[in-house]
């Protein structure tokens, strides 16, 4: 059922690191991603992938994670991501990606949830920094970077009331996500 | 297996018109939309459903269909959506919905294929002649629009050579859309 795999797909920030993930993993997602729709078909998305220690150490700084827990600085060593992606842009392609961008990161995450690992999408990322790291051409513009491994911590979705969107963490390192009620996504007349 | 969902998850534009929809079915996919990631999760996405026949008929004039088919104006009586979702941005909520938009709507195709379903996601919209017919507050703003129904016609995928990518339709009706290869999307050092 695609609904227990949507649910099971959590953005997870902390992953067991003994579990390694391969570049062949990984491109079995991102070929979920080929074989997603693409606005006028134009297909402008590249894919970098990172499996490597050192260079996952290269990217780990220039990240931003969990914006609203103002007392964690991301995950601790043991727990970083394995491998990453950087979701591109190739600019000779297209101009704007549409909303491609977004079909794509779901195809890949849940590929990965499928095949027992997780990730998160990160948006705060310096990316005149990782584009080095990955050595992309100015061709290549970063638009995302999806952090990936198994994960090692629970996440849990809630209601939420009114405004209350902030995710949290309890004292037992529970992940909180207040999620809108469906009553109030869909617009009736 | 979500590769064989994503396979069968194609672009389609003609539906069985005789095969209905009801408000609930959709509603049962946005949810699948509401359990998917948003950044910071703001969730600014909302959603307005049309299963009624003179509603549908009332939005089908203001959609573009198939750009590179420049021979057909899109799906005849009979082979027209029975439903739409008009996926919107709700401005009170946030500037920009960044990819919010491709996973929540891959999310939403996602379930409808598992049901037996399928849609399209479009773009060439005229905007405020649809927003007009769902009576929409100046305060949401129409992204995409989704058309569904019970696909009536064969879309296979083929290998893209160079920069061919215009999907195309033979002589037997059957759309085929050119993906650009695996090693193509991936960049390598």
Redesign the interface.
Known sequence: ???D???K?R?YRRFDSTVKLSPNDI?KW????????S?????P?????STDEEMNKLIFPHLGWA??LKDWNGPAEGEQPVAYIAV?KDKL?ADGV??????????I???AV?DGFGGC?I?TVNKSKVAKV???PDT?EI??MIALGKPAEKVE?ET?TG?E???WRDKNEVHH????P?D????R?
């Open positions: 059922m695609i609904r795999l949507i649910m797909n953005s491109e991102i070929e979920l991603a080929r074989f997603s729709p606005a006028r078909n134009l297909q998305l590249k894919f970098a992938i914006g609203y591109l392609l549409h909303c491609d961008d977004g079909i794509a990161i779901q195809s995450l849940l590929g499928e999408i948006g990955f050595k992309l290549l638009l995302w979705l939420a405004n969107i902030k995710y996500v207040p999620k809108r469906l109030e996504l869909i617009i007349k």
